[in-house]
């Protein structure tokens, strides 16, 4: 198991909450207009982040938390803790598209995402509890 423990996360949270803020500031996103920043952190306890960056060809746009995960994956980590999203959103907990959902649980299922409002606030699932009966690497070894 992969995730911070509780006075870990107590030091982690508030870290990555602003680390995905600050990343936020680099979102791309003439098109929606909604920028998002995610901050992955690695069991390494380094932290990757990632903004959205949209395209004017729409559908080749790509997500805040899958711009984090491949800058981290294609550095060498493979292994997360914890990743924090953020948004300007003021009343809801943002939380991440079906599309990324799938890709960080290619990465386990065991680890923490922080859903969180641009006051600061959070709410923390695992991603057992983002994506349940998911399909990953595990399956495709079963035949
Ligand atoms: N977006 C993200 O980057 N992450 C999310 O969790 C939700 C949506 C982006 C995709 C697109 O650039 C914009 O937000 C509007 O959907």
């Not at 939380?95 to 960080?104: D, E, I, L, T």
């Not at 006051?119 to 009966?133: M, Q, S």
Request: proline share 6%; net charge neutral; aromatic share 8%.
């Amino acid at each position: 198991c992969l995730r911070p423990r509780p006075a870990e996360a107590e030091r982690l949270g508030p870290l990555l909450l602003q680390r995905s803020q600050e990343a936020k500031v680099a979102a791309y996103c003439p098109y929606s207009r909604f920028a998002v920043g995610a901050a992955l952190l690695t069991a390494s306890g380094q932290i990757f982040s990632g903004c959205n960056v949209e395209n004017a060809c729409y559908s080749l746009g790509v997500c805040a938390e899958r711009t984090a995960i491949q800058k981290a994956v294609s550095e060498g980590h493979t292994s997360f803790k914890a990743m924090a999203i953020a948004s300007d959103h003021e009343d809801n907990f943002i939380v991440p598209c079906g599309a990324c959902r799938q890709v960080m649980r290619e990465f386990g299922r065991d680890w923490d995402v922080y859903l969180t409002k641009p006051d600061g606030t959070y709410i923390v699932k695992r991603l057992e509890e983002l994506l349940p009966l998911s399909f990953g690497p595990e399956d495709l070894r079963k035949l």
